[in-house]
């Protein structure tokens, strides 16, 4: 019970990566040593800003100094100046048939500040710093087959590059058991895994199953050095400090990464394993090259977190986004080994062009979508939420240059949408994931119709903080539409790749003004 106070405030801190001795000890003990630790650092806090005379204001200036400054490195606007609460925001949006462009602005602004909040240290968690209950959902951990990637996705386009900071460390505190993942999965050396979750400082991998076999998939690390990659291109080679200190981020960062991830394809793929020239899988023991016309096959692969229609096993071969992130990761090591000019860098290069031009072919179905597993006898399986198998459009850049395989890949969106339907549509990170996907491919309907989706669900608590369900089945809160919808309007408003600039490429024609 508080009494007669004029006013409350609480400073917390935690503390989670600490020795708390062995259990018979612990039971018995009167007081703990992380408490008392955590409870000086409170009142050291208080006394900073004026002990019992605690001044909220004087205690929120700096860091209001620092998230101005942050909150206002972008700007956006569809020209409205309502002032009306969350509340009544919500309630009209479900009412209606149309996006309210006041909501759009509020849920653009309300990501960019909770990105803000997040920003500097390490990557989000599922929960950001939110969380109302101690054992949170899903552990609050950092997932990586879709979450981590869609909640990174307006980091850079965002102009944050203090969140490109924390990116970069959080990382960085996995290389050593990335490495270690690629050692026990596949017995490879100086290679990289990503596994699916981590605890933000160790990443093992330590999901083995046979329904989600995350220690066969293989795009993990493509897609996380990605967004370092894309910091470099919206920041320049500057000097990150991280907890190993001071590094410079081509040289000292991206291309050990890239030169890792690059083994580890070279490392996977194998000529005993093959597809001939009729796209027939092979396997020839003792093999030792490829003929003209045959193509390595991927194999183990694992596309998330899917399978073929009546194939009984998750654990497939040449799943579409494991193509992708190979010629991705292999583009990115390209470019950075031609701008660092190192000894021996023009071999180098060759030698990673003469094997990409080895990868398998994409593959496409019936309806003209781009297959999932580029495979004969697999059968499309569009009953799923997620898109890994677009990888290509989004965060790769494939689909820029080839109406073949923008046609390909809307279509692959539409039949989800279309197969999908009522199944297990109502995952936050499906929905974000497909716009994402759609902005890169210039489709400005499907971003305002899964905007629309979004907004007009239940996703949303009034403090505009969302839940990792459209139904808010998970109850908890869940940073992927939050993070998410910042990166779909930054993509949909301005494209932009290495040498390239374009300007509203996939603007729904609903918006009629703003900036």
Not at 201 to 210: K, P, Q
Not at 255 to 275: A, D, G, I, S
Not at 336 to 350: A, H, M, P, Q, W
Not at 432 to 455: C, D, F, G, M, Q
């Amino acid at each position: 019970k508080i009494c007669g106070a004029e006013a409350v405030y609480l400073i917390t801190k935690t503390g989670r990566t600490f020795d708390m001795g062995e259990f018979q000890e612990f039971k018995n003990s009167k007081s703990y040593k992380l408490v008392d630790s955590l409870l000086n650092d409170c009142i050291a806090a208080a006394e900073n800003y004026g002990g019992s005379k605690f001044s909220y204001d004087d205690a929120l200036k700096k860091s209001a100094e620092i998230q101005k400054e942050m909150f206002g490195a972008v700007y956006f606007s569809l020209g409205n100046d309502e002032n009306i609460s969350n509340e009544d925001l919500i309630e009209r949006q479900k009412s209606s048939e149309v996006l309210s462009s006041s909501f759009v602005e509020k849920a653009y602004n309300h990501g960019r500040y909770a990105m803000t909040c997040c920003a500097g240290k390490t990557m989000s968690r599922l929960c950001g710093m939110w969380s109302g209950e101690w054992n949170t959902k899903w552990r609050g951990i950092y997932t990586m087959d879709a979450n981590v990637n869609i909640q990174s996705s307006g980091m850079n386009t965002g102009n944050l590059k203090e969140f490109g900071i924390g990116y970069v460390n959080f990382v960085l505190r996995q290389i050593e058991d990335w490495k270690d993942n690629a050692k026990k999965s596949y017995g490879m050396e100086d290679a990289i895994q990503v596994p699916v979750n981590c605890d933000g400082d160790r990443a093992m991998m330590v999901e083995y199953d046979s329904n989600y076999p995350f220690q066969y998939w293989n795009a993990g690390a493509s897609w996380m050095i990605q967004p370092i990659f894309e910091m470099y291109q919206c920041f320049g080679n500057i000097t990150v400090n991280t907890d190993f200190g001071d590094k410079e981020l081509l040289g000292d960062i991206l291309l050990p990464l890239l030169r890792m991830q690059t083994n580890f394809w070279k490392q996977l793929c194998t000529p005993e394993y093959f597809t001939d020239t009729d796209g027939n899988a092979c396997y020839l023991k003792g093999k030792k090259s490829l003929n003209d016309g045959e193509k390595y096959l991927i194999i183990p692969s694992y596309s998330p977190e899917n399978h073929p229609k009546g194939y009984e096993s998750t654990i497939t071969a040449n799943a579409a986004m494991d193509i992708s992130a190979a010629r991705d990761g292999l583009r990115m090591n390209i470019e950075v080994e031609r701008i660092l000019k190192f000894e021996g860098y023009e071999d180098r290069i060759s030698e990673i062009q003469n094997f990409e031009k080895l990868l398998p072919d994409y593959k496409f179905d019936d309806s003209g979508a781009l297959c999932e597993w580029s495979m004969k006898g697999y059968e499309e399986n569009n009953v799923h939420r997620h898109i890994s198998h677009l990888y290509c459009a989004w965060p790769a850049y494939e689909t820029q240059h080839s109406k073949v395989l923008t046609d390909a890949c809307n279509q692959a969106i539409e039949n989800r949408n279309t197969e999908n339907k009522g199944h297990d549509d109502t995952a936050s990170h499906g929905w974000v994931h497909k716009a994402l996907v759609a902005a890169r491919l210039k489709n400005p309907k499907s971003v305002y119709e899964t905007l629309y989706i979004l907004l007009n669900s239940e996703i949303y608590y009034t403090s505009l903080m969302t839940d990792h369900n459209t139904d808010r089945r998970a109850d908890t809160y869940c940073t992927d539409t939050g993070f998410g919808i910042v990166g779909i309007i930054n993509e949909a408003l301005l494209y932009s790749n290495t040498g390239e600039i374009e300007l509203l490429p996939a603007l729904p024609v609903q918006w009629k003004c703003g900036e």
